[in-house]
């Protein structure tokens, strides 16, 4: 008897633990069955529940219960190789240029539920910081940084994002063939971020006004540190040369690791975004407002703003091959407060203008090499400051998602009043394996 209850509750756990039945086929459509006139679609025959009772006969008059179509799949990239490094630099500087081997990855799931509702969650192992140093890996202390972390909902041409999330029009146009990092390097990231590259907490929603052109707005309300958005905003708090560092200076010094928590920002972003098959274009302007002291209301807030737009054509030159030339500009204009006491807004402003192009030229698929060259020219009380990117690289694909690269770079800055310009060089020899 005991035997007989034992099995009796084994069969039935076994039925409560089975699995859903998941359709992980991304390209699979989801099962569609007209529906039957309800007004002559016979009356099911009822049935018992005994155990004895035989099934009920299937009608083919009758719909099939709809099954929503899910799916989920990897992304990412891993990329790594050694940089070769010169340093430009004072004759009173003695530091020594490294030689690093250099690594990243980024690797997340993304997936959906039937056709409106998508989701994506992406996380990074740094590259080391802006110069490829180096992470810790003992016991598990690679930086890990979070990126993609989304739910979307779309319908029509209306689709709506929310958690933390990236700004598309946000982005300048780059050459691909200078990504053999994943745009994490100095000579890569900076003039992204310089020009108001935007991912973080908060809102993007977006409408397909025609097949060509999307109109989208981002929405944050959050720490300075919590979009990237905010490294835009120029001005120095002392002893911090962006307001951004001042937040950001508490991580890894309080006992939660959190950034500075006595600053907040509002940030918008209405844009145009226009995709054909030879043009690409974008143009939109970021406006903020950022409090320094939220625990006070008799201190000044910095407020400001920044017009983005750029556009990349799209040339085949032989039935493999493309020339894609871009070109990015930014300019931006921010409030600023009293480097030593926040509580009083300068009448002077902070001004930077960003501009930046190049070209790709693919002479086999995805095969080719790739110029840019970036401007960051900047002005604040008593400094005006230039900032020189040069990258130009090339990308062989020995595989459809392998390639190897090779990326020689330029850095120099030029300070008023400095007696030098100060900079670096490298030269990076990588491989990339990319998961999309």
């Known amino acids: 008897m005991r035997f007989v209850i034992v099995s009796i509750v084994l069969a039935s756990t076994a039925a409560l633990a089975a699995p859903p039945d998941i359709d992980f086929d991304a390209d699979a459509p989801p099962?569609?069955?007209p529906a039957a006139d309800a007004a002559t679609a016979p009356t099911p025959i009822p049935t018992t529940r005994g155990s004895d009772a035989p099934p009920a006969p299937s009608d083919p008059s009758l719909p099939a219960p709809t099954k929503v179509?899910?799916?989920?799949?990897?992304?990412?990239?891993?990329?790594?190789?050694?940089?070769?490094?010169t340093l430009q630099q004072p004759s009173t500087n003695t530091t020594q240029a490294q030689h690093p081997t250099v690594a990243i990855s980024r690797l997340g799931v993304r997936g959906g539920f039937g056709d409106r509702v998508t989701f994506a969650s992406e996380f990074e192992a740094s590259i080391g910081g802006p110069m490829g140093y180096g992470t810790s890996v003992w016991e598990g202390e690679a930086a890990?940084?979070?990126?993609?972390?989304?739910?979307?909902?779309q319908r029509g041409g209306f689709a709506v994002a929310v958690g933390r999330i990236e700004d598309p029009a946000s982005f300048d146009y780059f050459s691909e063939h200078i990504a053999d990092l994943l745009l994490?390097?100095?000579y890569t990231e900076y003039p992204l971020l310089y020009s108001g590259a935007d991912r973080?907490?908060?809102?993007?929603?977006?409408?397909?006004?025609?097949?060509?052109?999307?109109?989208?707005?981002?929405?944050?309300?959050?720490?300075?540190?919590?979009?990237?958005?905010?490294?835009?905003?120029?001005?120095?708090?002392?002893?911090?040369?962006r307001p951004f560092y001042l937040a950001s200076a508490q991580v890894g010094v309080t006992s939660g690791n959190l950034p500075d928590q006595n600053l907040h920002i509002y940030f918008g972003s209405p844009s145009l975004i226009w995709h054909s098959e030879y043009l690409d274009a974008q143009a939109e302007i970021q406006m903020y407002s950022l409090d320094t002291q939220v625990d006070t209301i008799a201190d000044q807030t910095i407020r400001g703003y920044n017009l983005r737009a750029g556009a990349r054509g799209k040339l085949p030159t032989s039935p493999h091959g493309k020339l894609s030339p871009f070109v990015n500009v930014s300019r931006n204009v921010n409030e600023i407060l009293d480097p030593t006491h926040e509580l009083y807004r300068l009448s002077d402003l902070y001004k930077s203008i960003e501009v930046s192009g190049g070209v790709d030229f693919d002479y086999y698929k995805r095969n080719g090499v790739g110029v840019e060259y970036a401007l960051v020219d900047s002005w604040e009380p008593g400094q005006h400051e230039?900032?020189?990117?040069?990258?130009?690289?090339?990308?062989?694909w020995i595989e459809d998602s392998l390639s190897v690269g090779l990326r020689y770079a330029i850095y120099a800055d030029q300070v008023s009043g400095a007696a030098s310009v100060v900079g670096n060089r490298s030269l990076f020899l990588t491989a990339r394996l990319t998961l999309d």
């Open 31 to 33: 099962a569609a069955t």
């Open 69 to 85: 179509r899910k799916w989920v799949e990897l992304y990412g990239a891993i990329a790594g190789g050694i940089e070769d490094e």
């Open 144 to 153: 890990i940084a979070v990126w993609d972390q989304f739910v979307r909902y």
């Open 184 to 186: 994490a390097d100095e």
């Open 200 to 241: 973080g907490n908060g809102l993007y929603a977006s409408y397909d006004l025609t097949s060509n052109l999307t109109i989208g707005a981002t929405f944050h309300s959050t720490n300075p540190t919590g979009i990237t958005g905010s490294l835009v905003i120029g001005g120095k708090l002392a002893p911090f040369e």
């Open 386 to 396: 230039l900032q020189h990117y040069v990258n130009i690289g090339t990308t062989y």
